[in-house]
């Protein structure tokens, strides 16, 4: 199926209310434009260089949410161009984009990535850190904490996923009960190619998909 078909299938599969960001991972900018056209309206990259060129084609036709580990070295680049950052799992990280986003008058949404598998090759605070990390960040002036971001191990069977995606809900819903100030939990970010069907029944409303939408990737 073309790209376009593969878009209109995934929107119309997924439930009102549930967010699509195409992982546009090393993906063309015309691929991205496809994508796009067929009704995509935020575009998820990993990488600032390939965001760059992309935009460059695409601009504000979609929103840009950054979905990869950001480098500290990649933040002054990121932060003009990205409507939202996924994967801020640490303090020194979410200081540097709030001195950045000072420096251009910009408030980031911002998602708190967490390691829910606490696999030691992933990035992703844990979970038991979690609630420190939303109260030493949540005082920075140029960053608004808007939910949580979770990769979840791997696997080939999609229900592999599911313990996973309710114990994110669970902290999730944890976080959100506590009231902490300048935080607004509102998304809950979760599943992907193999898993999207299953993480919007556990409480995701952003599924980030690749594959799905662009076939598989070139090995380089």
Not at 15 to 43: D, F, N, S
Not at 179 to 200: E, H
């Amino acid at each position: 199926m073309s790209i376009k078909q593969n878009v209109q299938q995934i929107l119309n599969e997924l439930p009102q209310g549930v967010q699509l960001v195409a992982a546009a991972k090393t993906r063309t900018p015309a691929e991205i434009m496809e994508a796009v056209e067929a009704g995509v309206r935020i575009i998820g990259e990993n990488y600032v260089q390939e965001a760059e060129a992309a935009y460059a084609v695409v601009g504000n036709r979609a929103q840009w949410h950054f979905i990869g580990h950001l480098q500290r070295n990649k933040v002054k680049k990121a932060v003009p161009l990205f409507d939202m950052i996924e994967t801020v799992d640490s303090a020194e990280i979410a200081r540097e984009i709030d001195k950045r986003c000072a420096e251009i008058g910009k408030v980031m949404p911002v998602l708190v990535e967490v390691n829910i598998g606490e696999e030691p090759q992933k990035a992703g605070v844990l979970p038991r850190d979690t609630e420190q990390l939303l109260k030493d960040i949540s005082t920075l002036p140029n960053i608004r904490v808007v939910g949580l971001m979770t990769m979840g191990p791997l696997s080939e069977n999609p229900e592999d996923s599911r313990p996973y995606f309710v114990a994110m809900k669970k902290l999730f819903d944890h976080v959100k009960e506590l009231n902490l100030p300048n935080i607004d939990m509102r998304y809950l970010s979760m599943g992907m190619t193999s898993s999207y069907q299953i993480a919007p029944k556990e409480g995701a409303n952003i599924v980030r998909i690749g594959t799905k939408i662009f076939g598989a990737r070139e090995r380089r």
